[in-house]
Antibody
Framework: QVTLKESGPVLVKPTETLTLTCTVSGFSLSNGRMGVSWIRQPPGKALEWLAHIFSNDEESYTTSLKSRLTISKDTPKSQVVLIMTNMDPVDTATYYC???????????WGQGTLVTVSS | SYELTQPLSVSVALGQTARITCGGNNIGSKNVHWYQQKPGQAPVLVIYRDSDRPSGIPERFSGSNSGNTATLTISRAQAGDEADYYCQVWDSSTVVFGEGTKLTVL
Protein backbone atom coordinates (compact mmCIF):
# COMPACT_ATOMS: atom_id res chain seq x y z
CA GLN A 1 0.00 0.00 0.00
CA VAL A 2 1.35 3.39 -1.04
CA THR A 3 1.09 6.15 1.55
CA LEU A 4 2.50 9.62 2.07
CA LYS A 5 2.47 11.55 5.32
CA GLU A 6 3.36 15.20 5.88
CA SER A 7 4.96 16.45 9.08
CA GLY A 8 6.19 19.79 10.33
CA PRO A 9 5.27 22.73 12.54
CA VAL A 10 1.63 23.75 12.86
CA LEU A 11 2.53 27.36 13.66
CA VAL A 12 5.30 29.57 12.33
CA LYS A 13 5.97 33.26 12.80
CA PRO A 14 6.19 35.78 9.96
CA THR A 15 9.67 35.91 8.37
CA GLU A 16 10.55 32.45 9.71
CA THR A 17 11.52 29.49 7.53
CA LEU A 18 9.16 26.54 7.18
CA THR A 19 10.51 23.01 6.82
CA LEU A 20 8.04 20.25 5.89
CA THR A 21 8.80 16.56 5.53
CA CYS A 22 6.89 14.04 3.44
CA THR A 23 7.55 10.44 4.46
CA VAL A 24 6.54 7.89 1.86
CA SER A 25 6.01 4.15 2.02
CA GLY A 26 5.07 1.47 -0.48
CA PHE A 27 7.34 2.77 -3.23
CA SER A 28 10.93 3.91 -3.69
CA LEU A 29 11.96 7.49 -4.44
CA SER A 30 14.61 6.02 -6.74
CA ASN A 31 11.97 4.46 -8.99
CA GLY A 32 12.43 6.00 -12.44
CA ARG A 33 8.70 6.56 -12.90
CA MET A 34 8.02 8.23 -9.56
CA GLY A 35 8.27 11.76 -8.34
CA VAL A 36 6.77 13.79 -5.49
CA SER A 37 5.16 17.21 -5.49
CA TRP A 38 4.17 19.65 -2.78
CA ILE A 39 0.80 21.31 -3.20
CA ARG A 40 -0.94 23.74 -0.85
CA GLN A 41 -4.47 24.97 -0.28
CA PRO A 42 -5.30 28.13 1.69
CA PRO A 43 -8.52 27.82 3.71
CA GLY A 44 -11.51 27.93 1.37
CA LYS A 45 -9.35 28.36 -1.72
CA ALA A 46 -8.05 26.32 -4.64
CA LEU A 47 -5.13 23.94 -4.89
CA GLU A 48 -1.78 25.56 -5.69
CA TRP A 49 1.17 23.50 -6.91
CA LEU A 50 4.49 24.48 -5.33
CA ALA A 51 7.32 22.17 -6.34
CA HIS A 52 8.22 18.77 -7.72
CA ILE A 53 11.24 16.51 -7.46
CA PHE A 54 11.76 13.97 -10.22
CA SER A 55 13.28 10.52 -9.86
CA ASN A 56 16.56 11.82 -11.33
CA ASP A 57 16.70 14.55 -8.63
CA GLU A 58 15.75 17.33 -11.01
CA GLU A 59 13.59 19.99 -9.41
CA SER A 60 10.77 22.17 -10.67
CA TYR A 61 9.12 25.13 -8.96
CA THR A 62 6.15 27.38 -9.43
CA THR A 63 7.41 30.63 -10.91
CA SER A 64 5.76 32.93 -8.37
CA LEU A 65 7.45 31.31 -5.34
CA LYS A 66 10.63 29.93 -6.88
CA SER A 67 12.95 32.25 -4.94
CA ARG A 68 11.54 31.05 -1.61
CA LEU A 69 11.33 27.29 -2.20
CA THR A 70 13.75 24.39 -2.05
CA ILE A 71 12.72 20.76 -2.54
CA SER A 72 15.02 17.82 -1.86
CA LYS A 73 14.84 14.14 -1.11
CA ASP A 74 16.58 11.57 1.07
CA THR A 75 16.02 8.29 -0.75
CA PRO A 76 17.27 5.92 2.02
CA LYS A 77 14.95 7.64 4.49
CA SER A 78 12.07 7.73 1.96
CA GLN A 79 11.58 11.43 2.66
CA VAL A 80 10.97 14.53 0.55
CA VAL A 81 11.61 17.87 2.21
CA LEU A 82 10.22 21.28 1.30
CA ILE A 83 11.78 24.45 2.64
CA MET A 84 9.94 27.76 2.29
CA THR A 85 11.64 30.92 3.49
CA ASN A 86 10.29 34.25 4.70
CA MET A 87 6.86 32.98 5.68
CA ASP A 88 3.92 35.39 5.63
CA PRO A 89 0.34 35.11 6.93
CA VAL A 90 -0.84 34.62 3.33
CA ASP A 91 1.12 31.34 3.34
CA THR A 92 -1.33 29.91 5.86
CA ALA A 93 -2.60 26.76 4.19
CA THR A 94 -2.89 23.01 4.27
CA TYR A 95 0.23 21.60 2.66
CA TYR A 96 -0.01 18.29 0.82
CA CYS A 97 2.56 16.02 -0.71
CA UNK A 98 1.52 13.69 -3.51
CA UNK A 99 3.14 11.04 -5.65
CA UNK A 100 3.28 11.62 -9.38
CA UNK A 101 3.69 8.81 -11.86
CA UNK A 102 5.72 9.46 -15.02
CA UNK A 103 5.23 12.44 -13.97
CA UNK A 104 1.63 12.91 -14.85
CA UNK A 105 -1.21 12.37 -12.40
CA UNK A 106 -1.04 12.57 -8.60
CA UNK A 107 -2.01 9.47 -6.70
CA UNK A 108 -2.15 9.11 -3.81
CA TRP A 109 -2.01 12.28 -1.73
CA GLY A 110 -0.99 12.64 1.86
CA GLN A 111 -3.56 13.68 4.43
CA GLY A 112 -2.18 17.21 4.50
CA THR A 113 -0.85 19.35 7.31
CA LEU A 114 -2.26 22.75 8.27
CA VAL A 115 0.38 25.42 8.74
CA THR A 116 -0.64 28.74 10.27
CA VAL A 117 1.57 31.79 9.96
CA SER A 118 0.96 34.20 12.81
CA SER A 119 2.90 36.22 15.35
CA SER B 1 2.01 30.72 -18.12
CA TYR B 2 -0.62 28.14 -18.90
CA GLU B 3 -4.07 28.63 -17.37
CA LEU B 4 -7.01 26.32 -16.80
CA THR B 5 -10.53 27.70 -16.53
CA GLN B 6 -13.32 25.95 -14.63
CA PRO B 7 -16.82 27.13 -13.75
CA LEU B 8 -17.08 28.14 -10.11
CA SER B 9 -20.12 25.97 -9.53
CA VAL B 10 -22.29 23.35 -11.21
CA SER B 11 -25.64 22.07 -9.99
CA VAL B 12 -27.27 18.78 -10.92
CA ALA B 13 -30.49 17.09 -9.92
CA LEU B 14 -30.19 13.79 -8.12
CA GLY B 15 -29.86 10.99 -10.67
CA GLN B 16 -29.09 13.29 -13.58
CA THR B 17 -25.83 13.94 -15.43
CA ALA B 18 -23.33 16.60 -14.40
CA ARG B 19 -20.67 17.96 -16.71
CA ILE B 20 -17.73 19.97 -15.43
CA THR B 21 -15.53 21.68 -17.99
CA CYS B 22 -11.88 22.64 -17.92
CA GLY B 23 -10.73 25.08 -20.57
CA GLY B 24 -7.19 25.70 -21.75
CA ASN B 25 -5.32 26.65 -24.89
CA ASN B 26 -5.13 23.48 -27.01
CA ILE B 27 -5.75 21.40 -23.89
CA GLY B 28 -6.60 18.51 -26.19
CA SER B 29 -2.87 18.03 -26.76
CA LYS B 30 -2.25 17.47 -23.05
CA ASN B 31 -3.12 14.74 -20.56
CA VAL B 32 -5.83 16.01 -18.22
CA HIS B 33 -6.42 14.59 -14.77
CA TRP B 34 -9.35 15.18 -12.41
CA TYR B 35 -9.55 15.16 -8.61
CA GLN B 36 -12.48 15.07 -6.22
CA GLN B 37 -12.11 16.82 -2.87
CA LYS B 38 -14.69 16.57 -0.12
CA PRO B 39 -14.64 18.97 2.85
CA GLY B 40 -11.79 18.32 5.24
CA GLN B 41 -10.27 15.62 3.04
CA ALA B 42 -7.33 15.36 0.68
CA PRO B 43 -8.02 15.29 -3.07
CA VAL B 44 -8.67 11.91 -4.68
CA LEU B 45 -7.89 11.06 -8.29
CA VAL B 46 -11.07 10.20 -10.21
CA ILE B 47 -9.93 10.43 -13.86
CA TYR B 48 -6.41 10.28 -15.32
CA ARG B 49 -5.09 10.68 -18.85
CA ASP B 50 -8.32 12.32 -20.00
CA SER B 51 -10.61 9.34 -19.59
CA ASP B 52 -9.06 6.51 -17.56
CA ARG B 53 -10.60 5.57 -14.22
CA PRO B 54 -8.50 4.41 -11.25
CA SER B 55 -9.60 1.23 -9.59
CA GLY B 56 -12.38 1.87 -7.10
CA ILE B 57 -13.84 4.85 -8.97
CA PRO B 58 -17.40 4.15 -10.18
CA GLU B 59 -18.09 3.83 -13.91
CA ARG B 60 -20.42 6.80 -13.50
CA PHE B 61 -17.30 8.98 -13.71
CA SER B 62 -15.96 9.55 -17.21
CA GLY B 63 -13.84 12.09 -19.03
CA SER B 64 -13.12 13.49 -22.46
CA ASN B 65 -10.67 15.98 -23.91
CA SER B 66 -10.59 17.71 -27.27
CA GLY B 67 -9.67 21.06 -28.69
CA ASN B 68 -9.71 23.68 -25.96
CA THR B 69 -11.98 21.87 -23.49
CA ALA B 70 -11.74 18.84 -21.25
CA THR B 71 -14.89 17.55 -19.57
CA LEU B 72 -15.58 15.47 -16.50
CA THR B 73 -18.97 13.76 -16.71
CA ILE B 74 -20.74 12.30 -13.70
CA SER B 75 -23.74 10.16 -14.63
CA ARG B 76 -26.60 9.30 -12.29
CA ALA B 77 -25.35 11.85 -9.78
CA GLN B 78 -25.59 10.89 -6.13
CA ALA B 79 -25.58 12.98 -2.97
CA GLY B 80 -22.15 11.57 -2.19
CA ASP B 81 -20.77 13.17 -5.37
CA GLU B 82 -21.10 16.64 -3.85
CA ALA B 83 -17.55 17.95 -3.71
CA ASP B 84 -15.03 20.27 -5.30
CA TYR B 85 -13.51 19.01 -8.54
CA TYR B 86 -10.14 20.12 -9.92
CA CYS B 87 -8.55 19.53 -13.31
CA GLN B 88 -4.76 19.34 -13.66
CA VAL B 89 -2.16 19.27 -16.42
CA TRP B 90 1.61 19.48 -16.78
CA ASP B 91 3.00 22.35 -18.85
CA SER B 92 6.72 22.84 -19.45
CA SER B 93 7.74 20.73 -16.45
CA THR B 94 5.37 22.60 -14.13
CA VAL B 95 1.96 21.64 -12.79
CA VAL B 96 -1.21 23.63 -13.34
CA PHE B 97 -4.48 23.16 -11.46
CA GLY B 98 -7.81 24.65 -12.40
CA GLU B 99 -9.56 26.89 -9.89
CA GLY B 100 -11.97 24.16 -8.94
CA THR B 101 -15.70 23.60 -9.42
CA LYS B 102 -18.14 23.07 -6.58
CA LEU B 103 -20.67 20.42 -7.54
CA THR B 104 -24.04 20.64 -5.81
CA VAL B 105 -26.49 17.75 -6.06
CA LEU B 106 -30.06 19.01 -5.68
Amino acid sequence: QVTLKESGPVLVKPTETLTLTCTVSGFSLSNGRMGVSWIRQPPGKALEWLAHIFSNDEESYTTSLKSRLTISKDTPKSQVVLIMTNMDPVDTATYYCARALKPDWFDPWGQGTLVTVSS
Amino acid sequence: SYELTQPLSVSVALGQTARITCGGNNIGSKNVHWYQQKPGQAPVLVIYRDSDRPSGIPERFSGSNSGNTATLTISRAQAGDEADYYCQVWDSSTVVFGEGTKLTVL
